[in-house]
């Protein structure tokens, strides 16, 4: 079985659960090789690449690379390509992911597609499946040359562990001028709350246009910490001030495939549809009986969302507490 190179995405050292989703779904296509890219490693993290099925990782292990975004990360994963020839890179799909995606597609010469829910093989070919047209169709997709470039979304394939060595390999990679152009000159670390991050969450409660106000995404939040959810919102929600941007899910915002997606006060514009129509379990609350999100939805409730939220929330509250 060939290598199918996985670019790990970690926060501080630490391995996020895409990482060990890709490193399940690259399983399925041969041998999976994590790729870290800058410095931090950890024996834990190797530990926890190691359990989800990493034969090796390869450790470009360099401040300087941590300096430049994206483009260091490209540039590993095009030396690694041309000196291994695997049989497939896995992505992030995150604004990052798809960046470097689209870099190392270039630099390597090969196809390359974004946001699969899932990836396998049909004799030698690799075949990606996405969710399409919101959710309406459902496409499978191969790289007709070059070494496949796939980026995976979050929350679509279920990591599962699979021991392996995790045995490490150093890389040296020289980086290049044009990969030095953007430099990083300072970091400010993000405010965490208690709540999962909106990406990697199994359940998202979500508000939209009528949620009304700041003041009205209160009722959405506490469903959300009822349920140890994420906070998302549509873009124009967003837009207009109501909840910050860093939360949209959307076409321009974050793709969310959890467990459970609860839209609130949201028509269902397909910018929005885009971002979350491939969650396992869609409910929806909306008064209009018409809003086009309805169409994905396995529950729904025709209602006023400022009644119908506030009763979930205290009926989840009897049953947890």
Do not use: C
Not at 142 to 164: D, K, L, Y
């Amino acid at each position: 079985m060939g290598e199918v190179l996985v670019l790990v995405d970690e926060v501080d050292g630490v391995v996020k659960k895409s990482t060990t989703e890709l490193l399940t779904a690259a399983r399925r296509l041969g041998e999976p090789a994590a790729v870290w890219v800058g410095p931090g490693i950890s024996d834990a993290a190797l530990a926890t690449l190691g359990e989800f099925g990493a034969a090796k990782v390869y450790v470009a292990d360099s401040a300087d690379l941590a300096q430049h975004p994206v483009a260091p990360a490209a540039e590993v994963l095009a030396q690694l390509v041309g000196e291994v020839s695997p049989v497939a890179v896995l992505v992030p799909s995150t604004a990052d992911g798809k960046e470097t995606a689209g870099r190392l597609a270039i630099k390597v010469g090969s196809g390359i597609i974004t946001d699969a829910v899932d990836v396998a093989t049909d004799g030698d070919r690799v075949v990606a499946t996405q969710s399409v047209f919101g959710g309406s169709t459902i496409v499978h997709s191969t790289v007709t040359h070059g070494v496949p470039v796939i980026t995976v979304r979050g929350n679509a394939v279920a990591p599962e562990a699979a021991p392996a060595a995790a045995s490490r390999v150093d890389v040296q990679v020289a980086l290049s001028d044009v990969a030095r152009k953007a430099t990083v000159t300072g970091h400010t670390a993000a405010a965490k709350g208690g709540r999962p991050e909106l990406a990697e969450a199994q359940v998202v409660v979500s508000g939209g246009r009528g949620v009304g106000s700041a003041d009205g995404f209160g009722v959405i939040e506490a469903l959300a910490d009822s349920l140890g959810a994420a906070v998302g919102a549509s873009r124009a929600a967003t837009d207009a001030g109501w909840y910050p941007h860093q939360y949209q899910v959307g076409q321009t915002g974050k793709t969310v495939s959890p467990q459970l997606y609860i839209a609130n006060g949201i028509s269902g514009a397909i910018q929005h549809r885009a971002g979350m129509q491939t969650s396992k379990t869609i409910v929806v609350v909306n008064k209009d009986a018409e809003a086009p999100i309805f169409e994905l939805a396995d529950y729904g409730v025709v209602g006023d969302l400022f009644a119908v939220v506030p009763q979930l929330t205290e009926e989840i509250g009897k049953r947890t507490n």
